[in-house]
């Protein structure tokens, strides 16, 4: 098995990008500091939005970083991104099997040592396997896959993540999923609402049947977040959900990336 992460073919991580594409970039970060930042995604068999994550973080000025599912190393990143898609196909449960990954052991071990680490959609479902984040995602309510443009509510902006955020903005980041319905005991649940650690809730329309419009968790200490909409996939205009400019226009998931960089700059 490989340790080091293969070859992908058709991404060059060198090619200059168009930087207005990125309507959310935040000028305001030292872009020389920011380039010294590495910030790792991982890809796992049966991981589909890697090099959207990839893309995303590039569109920073950061340094992305592939990660590899057999590495037993993260390469010396400052953040990791774990993106959405079917590791290991689904088998048993959603992100059940990743949870075991080599790369997993690092990945524990750094964000309980406060490394800033994002799960998207099945990257969502891995840290709750792994036990980052409480609780489970399972089958939607309707029990159909769905795929939308989704509206958000941000309910905290005091995590790694979100810091670019205000509370209460109304967001729309696209979602795609089957299993997307978060659920927990009671006093989990509890737990999250009364400590503040519900990040994100689905507005207008609860698509899985989430308990409380839960679309996103954070740990105790901030590092950490879940949520299963896909923001890689709202960071350039032309690409994302409609927005105010017009259609395909939205890049509001721009500021989750920015809010990574943000945060590793003034610690």
Same mark, same amino acid.
């Given at each position: 098995?490989?340790?080091?992460?293969?070859?992908?073919?058709?991404?060059?991580?060198?090619?200059?990008?168009?930087?207005?594409?990125?309507?959310?970039?935040?000028?305001?970060?030292?872009?020389?500091?920011?380039?010294?930042?590495?910030?790792?995604?991982?890809?796992?068999?049966?991981?589909?939005?890697?090099?959207?994550?990839?893309?995303?973080?590039?569109?920073?000025?950061?340094?992305?970083?592939?990660?590899?599912?057999?590495?037993?190393?993260?390469?010396?990143?400052?953040?990791?991104?774990?993106?959405?898609?079917?590791?290991?196909?689904?088998?048993?449960?959603?992100?059940?099997?990743?949870?075991?990954?080599?790369?997993?052991?690092?990945?524990?071990?750094?964000?309980?040592?406060?490394?800033?680490?994002?799960?998207?959609?099945?990257?969502?479902?891995?840290?709750?396997?792994?036990?980052?984040?409480?609780?489970?995602?399972?089958?939607?309510?309707?029990?159909?896959?769905?795929?939308?443009?989704?509206?958000?509510?941000?309910?905290?902006?005091?995590?790694?993540?979100?810091?670019?955020? #205000? @509370? !209460?903005?109304?967001?729309?980041? *696209? %979602?795609?999923?089957?299993? $997307?319905?978060?659920? /927990?005991?009671?006093? &989990?649940?509890?737990?999250?609402?009364?400590?503040?650690?519900?990040?994100?809730?689905?507005?207008?329309?609860?698509?899985?049947?989430?308990?409380?419009?839960?679309?996103?968790?954070?740990?105790?200490?901030?590092?950490?977040?879940?949520?299963?909409?896909?923001?890689?996939?709202?960071? #350039? @205009? !032309?690409?994302?959900?409609?927005? *105010? %400019?017009?259609?395909?226009? $939205?890049?509001?998931? /721009?500021?989750?990336? &920015?809010?990574?960089?943000?945060?590793?700059?003034?610690?």
């Amino acid at each position: 098995m490989p340790t080091t992460s293969p070859a992908m073919p058709g991404l060059d991580l060198s090619a200059p990008l168009n930087a207005n594409y990125a309507l959310n970039a935040d000028t305001s970060l030292d872009r020389a500091k920011v380039e010294e930042l590495r910030i790792g995604v991982v890809t796992f068999p049966g991981t589909l939005d890697d090099r959207d994550a990839l893309r995303a973080v590039r569109l920073t000025g950061a340094t992305a970083v592939p990660l590899w599912h057999a590495d037993d190393s993260l390469a010396d990143v400052d953040a990791v991104i774990l993106p959405g898609g079917f590791s290991y196909g689904d088998y048993l449960r959603c992100g059940a099997i990743a949870r075991f990954a080599p790369v997993m052991d690092a990945i524990v071990d750094a964000a309980n040592g406060g490394m800033p680490v994002l799960g998207i959609c099945n990257g969502f479902q891995v840290l709750c396997e792994s036990h980052l984040l409480p609780g489970a995602l399972v089958r939607n309510d309707h029990q159909h896959f769905i795929c939308r443009d989704q509206q958000l509510r941000v309910e905290n902006t005091d995590t790694a993540f979100t810091c670019r955020f #205000e @509370a !209460g903005q109304i967001i729309t980041i *696209p %979602l795609k999923n089957g299993e $997307g319905q978060y659920v /927990a005991d009671e006093a &989990t649940i509890t737990g999250l609402e009364e400590s503040g650690r519900v990040v994100f809730r689905y507005h207008g329309f609860n698509p899985n049947g989430s308990i409380n419009d839960i679309a996103g968790i954070t740990n105790e200490r901030g590092n950490v977040v879940g949520l299963m909409p896909h923001p890689e996939h709202a960071v #350039e @205009a !032309g690409f994302g959900p409609d927005g *105010p %400019l017009g259609p395909r226009s $939205g890049t509001d998931g /721009a500021f989750f990336f &920015t809010s990574v960089i943000a945060t590793l700059l003034s610690s």
